[in-house]
């Protein structure tokens, strides 16, 4: 033994068994779990990440070459680490207390320490080569699998935002059910004081990268309705290729204005195609059929130009606001498609028109809009288009075909947002709209087309602290689904499953405060 490692034994041997200590099986089992536990426990993983790697994508015959130092020297490695790495922790800790105490010298003992260390960590460090060996053989593979991992913690995560109760309903009616908002406000600021609490002594760099500040993190309180006849089925592929994204801008807005939200479902989907729709940019103004005819036309080019390699898989819509009525309106005219439609996701479209206005404020500003730009867009969703409302534009989209092709209605809607009806959004029939039959047939003409397992709803509350002319006036909230990127990540991530799966046999209404 050199000098130098005598010096060292003997440094390490008075800090471990300083005088009148006594050795005995806690000092042991101490010393064990201090410096050898966790270097047993990095052993393990690689251990365990290698036989997945292997497993899972089986690399060829050229693995085996490039690992055959490592593998040549493996019963060497074990007798080098004394028998202490097995399988488990509790395995090694006792092989390890037993040859120790068997010792009975401090200066044994702590050589034996500083053996075991050595030997573990050159263990280590050849499964390292081993491990990198393998990555350069397989690394897009690996890549996408510490990708989905990724994906599989951050949807873990977010799971402590969520509060969920569980009803059975055999049907879903279309009536607005009592109004739970104040009473989730409510409860939401307790939800969101014991997240605070857990993470007073601050938070990781990735959940601040996922979160952003704590309490601004919208509180998620989901009521599932199940079919009992229907199972759960889970997610058929997880391979997005073929997928085409199409997200189509709102009022007085442009294509770069679905940017955020397109991002994100990049970023959660990264082999998805995308489309934000731009054939509308110059002017939302005008006639809805025009402005569907535009997007019908936008989305066959791009199909004929961009998936001409690849062919298409299904298709998802992300409509804000007027947008989501755009798209309605351009489905009669995608027939050709309907094979391919999978979900169809709207933030705060009135697709009950805006008959009947919460704010006054507003109601009063879309009228001077429609008076002194002559916008027939506007027009038509006040369905003042027409003196018969059987004869308005947004009575007859609800008679026209497209939302029955879809596997996933998805209405997020937010009881803070003024500038869109609350219930037009959500497709429901309040007290206040239960005395005019025909406004009540049109959302019946709705929803007969969509299957009861099929329709979500999503209601959301914002932590809105700043005040501006918008939150004043009730805009804020519906620019929120725009510009909140915590609740695009929130949505893309949580409920991956809405947007990808075949069939999901779940009815969600979940209110977001």
Known sequence: MLVKDVEFSETLESLLFPPSSKINEDRIQRIYDIFIKNLVSTSHLFNKRTENIKKKFKPTAECEEAKTDS????????????????????ESKKKWASHALSLNSPFEITTSLKNTIHSISKTIQEQWKEYLDLVMLVPHQLAGMLLENFNKTRAHTFKQFVRQVQMNAVAFPFMAAHNVASEHQSLAKVVRSEITTKFAYGYSIKELSMFGKIDEVPVLFEEVFTRSELPLVKSDSGKYEGNLFIFVHGFQATSLNMRTMKNVMLLRFP??????????????????????????????????????????????????????????????RLGKYKDKM???????????????????????????????NTSKSLEQLEMSDSKTLTETFMYKLSLMEGLGWFKNVVLVSSFLD???????ARIEIGKKHESNAEYVRMANNILSQIKAQALHRIDVGFNIKKSTINSFIGREAHLQFLENETLLKLLAYRYAS?????????LSLIHIC
């Open 71 to 90: 593998t040549s020297t493996e019963e060497t490695k074990e007798e080098k680490a004394s028998g202490i790495i097995a399988e488990t922790n509790e």
């Open 271 to 332: 082999e998805i195609q995308t489309l934000c729709a731009s054939s509308n940019d110059e002017d939302t103004e005008g006639n809805i059929e025009t402005m569907a005819g535009n997007l019908a036309n936008e989305i066959s080019t791009h199909i004929k130009k961009w998936l001409a390699d690849t062919p298409l898989h299904k298709i998802f819509f992300f409509g804000h606001s007027l947008g989501g009525i755009i798209i309605r309106a351009a489905l009669p």
């Open 342 to 372: 999978q979900t169809f996701i709207t933030f705060s479209t009135p697709h009950l028109g805006c008959l009947y206005q919460s704010s006054k404020l507003i109601g009063a500003g879309m009228w001077l809009l429609k008076k002194w």
């Open 418 to 424: 003024q500038y869109s009806p609350y219930e037009s």
């Open 498 to 506: 809405t947007f990808l799966n075949c069939w999901i046999y779940l």
